[in-house]
């Protein structure tokens, strides 16, 4: 077992601390920024204290880590989250045409 924290870690630490720094000082809505970067305020913190007791493996964390830059560069969220409403709303209908009309279609 490891006694240190993974090295992975450590780097990815830094850089999302670098991309903290030059997306904060490069944003107009401070409070948006700091309402989306909250997720990374918790988590980061829970992973550095758990390291050595419950280490991931490296590519969990590359996956974390993705996903965090992610979350920092991520300037279309709300389309992307738009489209997931139309596709929730599109559910309903998708399922409707294919249980009901879709008896009589098939034969």
Not at 9 to 21: N, R
Not at 68 to 87: E, H, N, P, R
């Amino acid at each position: 077992m490891q006694s240190t924290r993974p090295c992975i870690l450590t780097a990815g630490i830094m850089l999302l601390a670098l991309l903290l720094i030059f997306t904060a000082f490069h944003t107009e809505r401070r409070l948006t920024w700091l309402l989306k970067m909250m997720p990374l305020f918790v988590i980061v913190p829970v992973l550095w204290i758990t390291a050595r007791r419950y280490p991931l493996t490296p590519l969990l964390y590359s996956f974390i880590f993705i996903g965090c830059v992610s979350l920092i560069l991520g300037k279309d969220a709300d389309d992307f989250l738009g489209t997931q409403a139309d596709m929730l709303c599109a559910l309903p209908g998708s399922i409707f045409s294919v249980l009901i009309p879709g008896r009589w279609h098939s034969r």
